[in-house]
């Protein structure tokens, strides 16, 4: 314990009085011609390759600085007051982050929405938060947002990126909103410095909304100490050097995002991409060609997906090759964790095939440069993490919450132990209670849920440890394993306590089962609904002459179904009896965050799922 108090307050002097206003001064001080932000411009402009600038747009942290400093003064002019929020909700562009650092530097909070939400969450949201401006990117956004802007009496002023309604006094374009910035920070520079100057590290950076999986979304503020500590801590794990590249994708209302391409970059002075649509990740991996890269189950998952439809059109013969370096990557990976040995043997073999093929794959998907690549919101099914193994990828995972501002534990690309979340972060204290519940405490922790003083209660105790929801074990080298959420383990009719997340993961080994939802609370024995995997299972029934119109007809084909039952078959042998599936259903549709199923993060949205298919669960158990 005395140790990690003492690197605690290490970090903490390390930190002390940084605030994000500061920091990028600081950077565009040192660094004022490295490249900040790119913009994906005209594909016919260029190459495309972000080497040779072709095809994207670029500020470096001089440009990008003095761009804050006039939203800024633009925020200002429009009269935001200290303390007060801008919301925000676009998609990951540099307007995302310069909006957002501008409401800081004014003496503002910045508050990213989630795309996703409904016009009635963004309305509580806004609400909550006491917005009093928003910067919005378009007519798409607008058309969420209208619904309920009668009613967000508090809101002064809407900024559009595009398609500001013209004539409408509510609104204001982006090039006016800059101009008016311009304008004001030329005829009184000293104002605005005075103003961020007055941010301390004791201040609310942002404030971020829970997903919404258990209900009402919570708002999270966090502080600019408690996001530099963040930084800090994932500093030492990754070990990454200076003005490296990375790509922004998921959204900034979630917290990995948050620390990983909008705070960790003042530190770092690196070069981030934005990937403005999910569908268009594959390329620009391939054009960026990362240092780092943090995805979520998910992404990881449908990545490996396109992979394996891709290596399945290959010969036999080339197939072959494959499954043998990829074996070579699994042992190498397997055994540089720790505790376990690297033999020369297995050092050779892996140089041998990567040399041959898994660097060639590497470079394929955009990862030959990578050097930290990790997942975390929800747990990585062990036959995702075993196939990066396979390419010589360390996908890592870390763990923690809005409400510890991202990570407090990680395994780092030189400590790391699979199908564990890693040891505490550095100066971090973390326990299991009685009841198998982890708790955490340190400088990462929230002050508390915003306006929720019962919520905050059950959140923290009285000694300062936060309570994480999470059931988690851990071994006897410090690493920890997290079981499941508490209020989401099902409890049987014979009172078995079992873990839905694990009998996902196994039912999700098969390449064609997309989605996976296991059920049984307070019933004789489990349930599951699954659906296909919308990139896998047309190339699947294509490859064995199936022929069909629809996803939802596919889902009904009886040689789907037939190997379906098999894959379920296969995952209830790796499981105890009280935790195996004896019935199912087969979906014709995907879950989405847009069809409500998943949260904006992607993890499963468990209420929302259990009432949408609440007569399927049922018919499961009847008859």
């Known amino acids: 314990m005395a140790e990690v108090l003492e690197v605690r307050a290490e970090l903490e002097r390390q930190i002390a009085g940084r605030t994000v206003c500061g920091q990028l001064a600081e950077l565009a001080e040192r660094h004022p011609d490295a490249p900040a932000y790119s913009d994906p411009g005209d594909p016919g402009s260029g190459s ?56 800081v530097h004014a003496g503002g909070v910045g508050c990213t929405v989630y795309a996703t939400f409904a016009p009635e969450q963004i309305e509580f949201v806004a609400g909550d938060v006491g917005a009093r401006y928003a910067v919005l990117g378009g007519p798409a956004e607008l058309a969420r947002w209208e619904p309920v802007l009668g009613r967000l009496d508090g809101l002064r002023k809407i900024i559009m990126l595009e398609g500001a309604p013209a004539g409408d006094e509510r609104f204001l374009a982006w090039a006016d909103f800059l101009e008016l910035g311009r304008a ?61 590249t990375q790509i922004s994708y998921l959204t900034y209302a979630h917290i990995a995002e948050r620390i990983l391409s909008l705070y960790l970059p003042l530190v770092k002075a690196s070069h981030v991409y934005f990937c403005t649509d999910l569908a268009n990740l594959g390329a620009t991996l391939g054009q960026v060609r990362p240092m780092m890269f943090f995805g979520v189950p998910r992404v990881w998952e449908k990545m490996m997906a396109r992979l394996l439809a891709v290596l399945a059109t290959q010969p036999e013969e080339q197939q072959a090759a494959v499954r043998e370096a990829m074996a070579a990557g699994r042992a190498y990976v397997e055994a540089g964790q720790y505790g376990h040995t690297l033999t020369p043997e297995v050092r050779a073999a892996y140089d041998k095939a990567d040399a041959a093929l898994l660097g060639v794959i590497r470079g394929m998907i955009g990862f030959d440069r990578a050097e930290w690549t990790a997942t975390g919101a929800a747990p990585l099914p062990p036959e995702v993490q075993n196939f990066y193994a396979g390419l010589g990828l360390k996908v890592i995972d870390v763990y923690g919450m809005t409400e510890t501002t991202g990570a407090f534990t990680g395994n780092s690309p030189a400590c790391y132990r699979l199908g564990t979340v890693g040891r505490a972060e550095p100066g971090v204290e973390v326990r299991v209670a009685e009841d198998g519940e982890l708790l955490t405490r340190s400088p990462l922790n929230t002050r508390g849920y915003l ?60 390449p064609l089962i997309g989605q996976a939802l296991a059920y049984g609370d307070n019933r004789p024995y489990p349930v599951a609904v699954l659906t296909l995997d919308a990139e896998v299972a047309p190339g699947w029934a294509q490859a064995r002459g199936i022929a069909y119109g629809s996803l939802a007809e596919l889902a009904e084909h009886p040689e789907v179904l037939k190997e379906v039952a098999a894959a379920v078959e296969v995952a209830n042998t790796k499981l105890a009896r009280v935790q195996q599936v004896k019935r199912w259903a087969l979906l014709g549709a995907e879950w989405t965050a847009e069809t409500e199923e998943l949260t904006p993060s992607l993890k499963l949205k468990r209420r929302i799922i259990h009432a949408k298919y609440a007569d399927i669960l049922e018919g499961l158990y009847s008859g």
């Open 48 to 103: 495309g390759d972000p080497g040779s600038g072709g095809g994207w747009r670029t500020l470096t942290y001089a440009e990008a600085r003095r761009r804050v400093l006039e939203i800024a003064a633009a925020f200002a002019a429009l009269g935001l007051a200290r303390g007060e929020s801008v919301a925000l909700m676009m998609v990951n562009r540099s307007e995302h982050v310069l909006a957002d650092l501008g409401a």
């Open 184 to 244: 004001r920070l030329a005829a009184d520079p000293a104002a605005i410095e005075e103003r961020w100057r007055a941010v301390t590290a004791d201040d609310v950076v942002t404030v971020l909304y829970t997903s919404g999986t258990t209900g009402v979304p919570k708002g999270v503020p966090l502080t600019h100490g408690n996001v530099f500590y963040e930084v800090a801590a994932t500093d030492r794990l990754t070990a990454l050097p200076q003005l490296g």
């Open 451 to 510: 306006g929720r003083p019962d919520a905050t209660a059950d959140l923290i105790d009285a000694d300062g440890w936060l309570h994480t929801g999470d059931i988690g074990t851990v071994d006897d080298d410090g690493f920890y394993r997290v079981v499941d959420r508490k209020k989401e383990l099902i409890i049987t009719a014979g009172g078995e306590n079992i873990s839905p997340a694990e009998i996902e993961n196994h039912l999700k080994q098969h």
